[in-house]
């Protein structure tokens, strides 16, 4: 047996770091698409402060990337304002909705057949082959379509009280009939997956196996260096899943200074020792540096949670705080809004002096980026690190 590789906890910071595009020169001739095909999935979200973190994760990697340009990336084919022929990319379910290279989609159909074998989702159609046919025939007749071009989403109700319409589309999508490779004001444009899907793709033969060996190997490609729950986590899958192919993934076993259980790495990681610049940006609680909560923590000692969802008076960093990367390392965050042509930092969090200057040049790159021409800071609670950036930001 070979003795795994043993990486200190620098390396596999610094490893993870280069693996998600935030250490070394960034791929500005790849682009977002570059982004979107290296880190496998760009989760999407419906919270737009700055932006919507889909549109983040580019910016965090790339720089100030011209939204539209995101857009235009993510939902054509072809050259920027010409008429999609194919997409680059999709809409399906992986770390939880997120935007998918179109290239990846036979290997979730491990999730459509699974999908399929449950027979529903969480609502159920009194007669779902009469819905699921009416949906399919207008595709088929009037091309790509919202769900309220099919016919209306809700019921009238709460959001969850979805028309028999949406309950149809949204299953022909969960299980493959459908497929959506646009949104349109932000709402999925739905096509027919044989229709939209290049045809050497537009099959579900591969095995579940060979699709959970594929996501296992992107995902550990997409972070360097994981553990077992890292790597089922990114594209949710289960622990016993990653279990039966790891070892068939081309990821090879690592030891890791203080993680206490085992790993796995890239080859490629680890053919070079990871060097460059490290990027300064405020990121998306929804990035895939920082979406698993247990591996932030591991890697950056850093702990962060999305407060969006917690009631006002229990917040402790802000409705959507971002954590601020500088130096390889999370040493702050922002809890961003706008006002006018004016970037609020509504509550900030450092920690310490040395973390003044990139969070200040993370925030007026952040307020340029979005059209804004000066920068408030509403609260810091450590009043010489208020004064010091408040210098800073002016």
Known sequence: MTTPVSLSADDARRIALRAQGFLGAPDRRGGVRGVLRHLGAVQLDTISVLARSHELIPYARLGAVGRPAVEEAYWTDGDIG???????????????????????????????????????????LEDAAR???????????????????????KNGGPWWDWSETKIAVEWLLDTGEVVCTQRRSWKRVYDLAERAVPDALLHDDIDDAECMRRLVAQAGAAMGVATRADLADYHRLKGDQVAAVVADSGLV????????????????????????????TLLSPFDSL???RPRTQRIFGFTHRLEAYVPKPKRI??????????????????????????????????????????????????????????????????????????????
Request: glycine share 8%.
């Open 290 to 292: 920082i979406w698993d």
């Open 317 to 394: 960093h802000g409705y959507f705080a971002m954590p601020l990367l500088a130096g390889g390392h999370l040493v702050g965050r922002a809890d961003p809004a706008r006002e006018g042509t004016t970037l609020i930092a509504r509550q900030v969090s450092l920690d310490g002096p040395k973390a003044v200057e990139p969070m200040a040049a993370a925030l007026r790159e952040a307020a340029e980026w979005v059209g804004c021409d000066s920068v408030r800071l509403e609260r810091l609670d450590d009043p010489k690190l208020a004064a010091a950036l408040a210098a800073a930001l002016t």
């Open 131 to 153: 819905s699921c046919a009416a949906v399919l025939d207008r595709l088929k007749a009037d091309g790509p379509l919202t769900s309220t071009e099919l016919g209306g989403a």
């Open 82 to 124: 010409a008429p999609p022929a194919r997409p680059h990319a999709f809409e399906y379910w992986s770390h939880a909705a997120c935007i998918l290279p179109v290239e990846e989609w036979p290997h979730f159909a491990f999730r459509r057949r699974a999908r399929r074998a449950r027979g529903h989702r969480w609502h159920v």
């Open 253 to 280: 076993p690592v030891e890791v200074e203080g993680w206490g259980k085992p790993a796995w790495a890239d080859p490629a990681a680890l053919a070079t020792a990871p060097r460059g610049r490290h990027r300064t």
